[in-house]
């Protein structure tokens, strides 16, 4: 069982940056690889960023490459997320998840979720 619980969003105006952390209990963090999705109002919920377990290899969406990376520190049991050149477009809830799979982007491939931080990002 993994808990995960997010922070770090706010109000922003486009081109700034934020960056979003993620703290997960329990002693078996490094076993999982950890991921970033977003769900924008009206919207699914979408894939933006993926990190290997030891943290040597991440994916990310077209839209944000460039811009956000992913990253984590397994001492920490936290996974972060760097977002730069905000737009107004990556307005959302950003939630962390957690898989025992490869770098999938789908959903239903995570086993755990955190209950998401908003992020909104103002012209």
């Known amino acids: 069982q993994v808990q995960l619980v997010e922070s770090g969003g706010g109000l922003v105006q486009a081109g700034d940056s934020l960056r979003l952390s993620c703290v997960a209990s329990?002693?078996?963090?490094?076993?999982?690889?950890m991921a970033w999705f977003r769900q924008a109002p009206g919207k699914e919920r979408e894939f933006v960023a993926a990190?290997?377990?030891?943290?040597?290899?991440?994916y990310s969406t077209d839209s944000v490459n460039g811009r956000f990376t992913i990253s984590r520190d397994n001492a920490k049991n936290t996974v972060y997320l760097q977002m730069n050149s905000l737009k107004v477009e990556d307005t959302a809830v950003y939630y962390c998840?957690?898989?025992?799979?490869?770098?999938?982007?789908?959903?239903?491939?995570?086993?755990?979720w955190g209950q998401g931080t908003q992020v909104t990002v103002s012209s």
């Open positions: 998840a957690a898989s025992t799979l490869g770098l999938v982007s789908t959903v239903r491939l995570y086993d755990y």
């Open positions: 329990g002693r078996t963090f490094s076993s999982y690889v």
């Open positions: 990190i290997r377990r030891s943290g040597g290899s991440t």
